[in-house]
Nanobody, 123 residues
Framework: QVQLVESGGGSVQAGGSLRLSCAAS????????MGWFRQTPGKKREGVAA???????SYADSVKGRFTISKDNAKNTLYLQMNSLKPEDTAMYYC?????????????????WGQGTQVTVSS
């Protein structure tokens, strides 16, 4: 049973930084593609960043140059470093994993999901 647990969310002022973590358990295969997604009430879940087994990455245009996705295979942990945060980055952030995905940003591509961690950015 694959489990994903996010942490690191919180409240920050615009321009600040946060680092999200996603601890994965239940599998040890580093070939899984993994990603970060976010969702606000009434809106569809959107892809933020993704990474494949070769550390190839992809980013949504809205976060390019500000967010960095990375992973530590030895710790089975995925990270999202978020800098220069904006109020529009406020959302529930989820991590996801799938054995068949490379670095796609479509939520429908991912089978396993965490419960989410809230990020709130005030102006």
């Amino acid at each position: 049973q694959v489990q994903l647990v996010e942490s690191g969310g919180g409240s920050v002022q615009a321009g600040g930084s946060l680092r999200l973590s996603c601890a994965a358990s239940g599998y040890t295969d580093s070939s899984y593609g993994m990603g970060w997604f976010r969702q606000t009430p009434g809106k569809k879940r959107e892809g933020v960043a993704a990474i494949d087994s070769a550390n190839t990455t992809s980013y949504a245009d809205s976060v390019k140059g500000r967010f960095t996705i990375s992973k530590d295979n030895a710790k089975n942990t995925l990270y999202l470093q978020m800098n220069s945060l904006k109020p529009e980055d406020t959302a529930m952030y989820y991590c996801a994993a799938d054995p068949l995905v490379d670095y796609g940003l479509g939520p429908y591509e991912y089978k396993y999901w965490g419960q989410g961690t809230q990020v709130t950015v005030s102006s």
